[in-house]
């Protein structure tokens, strides 16, 4: 058992010495937020490659807790006065993720020939822990599942992030401290995100502790009772957590499996992206809406990854989350009626007998 919780240990440092490296190359070669993106990559190669990535519950906890408040730092009277526009954009979000589900089924199951279940589980743009559980009542293919909604979310923060840094001509550089920013008042801040984020995770709200601590953040910072930011050094270190929360998506996948399911990976990516992007464009020219923070909102999947995004680009992390958490609901109480109707219907003659755990880590990151 000793040997274990040492192997355990062992691993753990080699994950984090690994992202917070991949973090440093990153800021080197001119990544645009660098913190998140470096990490990503390497540990989900690292993941890819064997290492055991998996980061303790309560440090990725940490890392949501921190970087919702960082989130709802960026919340600002200006960004209060679009919120009569939000129930319009949701709107025109729902069709498009409609559409998504539609044409990403209709490729995986006509085209590729994949049979119903997982053709539909894995159409699903985003809430993979509730996809999963749903998943798992049929004879769907779970690995098949879990790989094409991991690979989704990684190829999202990789292509979202140049994108938003070319939309932005900005980097996504890290909120500067405030220099006469007082120990009471970091210490009130976090107190009472604090409580924020704990009712947040027992409310079961997805996200649920860095949606707290980003609403309790928000009330704060928008009505002007805190000025304080979280440090630049504390969050560049939660973003590495971000990244290799993401990049452990990939833990207990094959290179083979990886392999012979990319193509399926990459053409719903590419499906539900360019859907996606359509119903951006609709809600930018009939909402008037910042294409940035649009692109962020209507991305299919990564709730918390593209909340933080959208702050380290400044375009209303309360917007982005929001549609987000609208869009994971609505999958979560779609799924399950889905599972019950094919088991009902008996949908399995097709299907292959449900396959060991991929390994793959849902996390807090459910989107």
């Known amino acids: 058992m000793r040997a274990v919780s040492r192997q355990r240990i062992v691993a753990l440092a080699a994950t984090l010495v690994l992202a917070a490296l991949a973090g440093a190359v990153g800021v080197v070669l001119g990544f ?8 990503v990559l390497a540990v989900s190669a690292a993941s890819i490659a064997g290492l055991d990535t998996r980061l303790p519950l309560t440090l990725r906890g940490f ?3 921190v970087l919702g408040i960082q989130a709802g730092s960026g919340v600002t009277p200006a960004v209060l006065e679009q919120l009569a526009l939000w129930p319009a954009s949701f709107a025109i979000q729902m069709v498009g993720v409609g559409f998504v589900i539609a044409a990403s089924y209709a490729f995986l199951r006509r085209g590729l020939g994949w049979d119903h279940p997982t053709s539909l589980f894995a159409s699903m743009p985003g809430a993979l822990s509730f996809v999963v559980a ?3 009542q049929t004879r769907a293919d779970m690995t098949r599942v879990a790989v094409v909604q991991s690979v989704r979310l990684l190829m999202l923060i990789g292509v979202l992030t140049p994108t938003l840094a070319w939309l932005q001509s900005d980097i996504g550089i890290l909120a500067a401290g405030h220099a006469n920013t007082s120990a009471g008042e970091y210490a009130a801040m976090f107190a009472l995100c604090g409580v924020g984020g704990v009712l947040g995770h027992f409310s079961r709200v997805p996200g649920g502790m860095m949606l707290g601590a980003l609403i309790a953040s928000a009330i704060l910072h928008g009505g002007g009772f805190v000025t304080a930011p ?3 050094t504390l969050a560049a270190f939660c973003l590495v957590l971000l990244g290799a929360v993401i990049g452990a998506r990939l833990r207990g996948i094959s290179r083979r499996e ?3 399911l990319l193509p399926a990976s990459v053409g719903s990516f590419i499906i539900g992206l360019g859907l996606s ?13 910042a294409p940035g923070k649009v692109a962020l909102a209507y991305a299919p999947g990564a709730l918390e990854a593209l909340t933080v995004l959208a702050f380290q680009f400044d375009v209303d992390p309360a917007y982005v989350a929001a549609h987000h958490v609208v869009r994971f609901l609505a999958i979560a109480l779609l799924v399950p009626l889905l599972a019950t109707r094919i088991a009902r219907n008996g949908v399995v003659e097709d299907s292959p007998a449900p396959e060991t755990a991929s390994g793959v880590d849902g996390g807090e990151d459910r989107g």
């Open 230 to 232: 979280i440090p630049a």
């Open 134 to 136: 749903a998943a798992a």
């Open 32 to 39: 645009p937020v660098p913190w998140l993106l470096g990490p």
């Open 258 to 260: 990886l392999a012979v």
């Open 277 to 289: 992007a359509i119903a951006a464009i609709a809600a930018i020219f009939a909402l008037g809406l």
């Open 63 to 65: 890392a949501f807790f």
